[in-house]
């Protein structure tokens, strides 16, 4: 072959090439800076930034309250009425637990998922601990029979777990900053 015949058909291949690659870069410049801004428009502006974190300190916030709230140690000082029999104050009790559960129920949106499940599990032994304590009472022991053993009982635990429930709801926060 030729070789000024090859040099020629190389450089019309690469001045047809260039001319190819600046056409197609003009035809889709505009289409892809508008997806560019398009894109940066979708980023969550500051104020939603900080909206959500308020919302997710209010939840980690209520989640504290709640666990202090279904803290055997208040919830039966709370309760606790002069006279008052263990089967009422077992329903009492029972009620103020799902209550207050069903009140705090959507701030799992803005926990982890590993302290919702400690918090609703400490929800449910709570109410197993009421449960079991009066199983072993007579049906005409005093409620405050029923918030002795319910205390002793929770004087025995080793490590308190309501304490370590706050205590991982204020892990959660700290990884928010």
Do not use: C
Not at 7 to 14: D, P
Not at 51 to 73: G, S, T
């Amino acid at each position: 072959m030729d070789l000024g015949k090859f040099l020629l058909n190389s450089t019309s291949l690469a001045v047809g090439g260039t001319f190819i690659v600046v056409v197609a870069y003009y035809m889709v410049r505009n289409d892809v800076m508008r997806y560019l801004s398009s894109r940066k428009n979708n980023a969550i502006p500051t104020d939603d930034k900080n909206n959500l974190l308020n919302l997710r300190l209010q939840a980690h916030e209520r989640m504290i309250i709640f666990v202090d709230r279904i803290n055997p140690a208040n919830l039966l000082l709370r309760l606790h009425q002069q006279g008052i029999e263990v089967g009422a104050l077992q329903v009492m009790a029972l009620n103020e637990i799902k209550t207050e559960f069903q009140h705090n129920i959507t701030q799992q949106l803005y926990i982890e998922a590993a302290t919702w499940n400690a918090v609703l599990k400490l929800k449910d032994d709570t109410i197993a601990m009421v449960n079991n304590a009066v199983k072993n009472l007579p049906a005409e022991a005093s409620g405050r029979e029923l918030s002795k053993k319910v205390l002793n009982y929770m004087s025995e635990i080793e490590e308190n777990p309501y304490e370590l429930a706050i205590g991982l709801i204020k892990q959660d926060i700290h990884k928010l900053f």
